[in-house]
């Protein structure tokens, strides 16, 4: 297989391993490193990390492969859903299992443990399928690991794009208090009905937001200490 017929094969995979490379080329494992070397030397493929590589410089395309399962959330799938008019130069992934940060070309993905592994779907983007959270699961991720401000989940709620049905039978369906009590009261401030909800709480106050101060009125209905104001 000649160098442009090779390229242009790897180009239709989001990422590929060292055996994939193997299984293309058709040679041994001694000739594909050698070439691999002399590729990634011309700047033609990009090392991942160790065994994982790709021709693509957009992380997005193959961040949701690195590790499997895992699927795009937090920051990065609010800018894609333009939750948010922040510019986030991060990847942020839901991974099943922990693992390091990558640098790649200058941007880090992360990976953030996630022990509620549901609520995300195949999503077309540059002609790959990539793996990212449901809208929903975007805003019950980002208040389970308090991993985006605040301010970023109520403006993924106002957007009238969710589904608050499907908000709250993944709320109900984690068990997490906390997390019932700050998306009830959001979504009741925010104009929408959610009595499903409160059977699930209990007596114990917690603060609104857990980057501030824990001062400020309580609220009796969602025991909530609304220790900072939201628009």
Sequence with gaps: MNKIKLLKTLKTYPLFTFNDFIRIIRKNREYASTLLYRLRKEDLIYKIERGKYTLHD??????????????????????????????????????????????????????????????????????????????????????????????????AIKTKELSINKLVKYAIKIKNKALIKRLGYLLEKSGYECRRLEKYTDINYIPLDPAFKVKGKKNKNWKIIVNRKIE
């Design 58 to 155: 957009d992380p997005l395309i193959f961040a949701s492969y690195i590790q499997i399962p895992s699927y795009i959330s937090f920051w990065t799938a609010s800018r894609f859903y333009d939750f948010t008019e922040q510019l986030p130069r991060d990847i942020t992934i839901a991974s099943a299992k922990p693992k390091r940060e990558i640098n790649f070309l200058g941007t880090k993905i992360k990976f953030i443990k996630m022990k509620n592994f549901f609520g995300y779907k195949k999503e077309r983007y540059m002609n790959f399928n990539i793996f990212i959270a449901e809208k929903e699961k975007v805003v019950i991720d980002c208040l389970l690991t308090k991993s985006v401000p605040l301010d970023e989940v109520v403006k």
